[in-house]
């Protein structure tokens, strides 16, 4: 009588399917959020560059703004700053600035 060893991982496709699924989709949110700061943050630069504009970065769930004089954020707030990038909420143009179309996909401007 042969003793067998017990199989820990066994499971179905649709197991499988259905955990990959509940992984990929957090994971293609965070990806998507990470590639709009890295957006904002590139326009924002270019902006500063060219001396037109100061530009205001905060997390994605910041409530306050991020001056010295701000109470610290919690953990997770900073902990999504780091994860899902920080975004542009506030532009003050110093000058005329004839194109602001690449302003359009800023979703979390507050103002301009």
């Not at 060893?5 to 509940?22: D, E, G, S």
């Not at 975004?87 to 005329?96: A, L, P």
């Not at 179309?101 to 301009?112: E, K, N, T």
Request: glycine share 4%; hydrophobic share 45%; net charge neutral.
């Amino acid at each position: 009588m042969a003793i067998h060893p017990r199989r820990w991982f066994r499971f179905r496709l649709r197991t499988l399917l259905a955990f990959i699924a509940l992984v990929a989709i957090p994971l293609a949110w965070i990806a998507n959020e990470r590639l709009k700061s890295a957006y904002e943050k590139q326009v924002a630069n270019d902006l500063q560059e060219e001396g037109s504009a100061f530009i205001d970065l905060e997390g994605p769930f910041d409530l306050t703004p991020t001056d010295q004089n701000a109470p610290p954020q919690s953990w997770w707030r900073d902990t999504a700053r780091k994860v899902l990038g920080e975004r542009v909420v506030q532009i003050r143009m110093s000058e005329g600035v004839d194109d602001i179309s690449i302003l359009a996909g800023f979703d979390r401007l507050r103002s301009l």
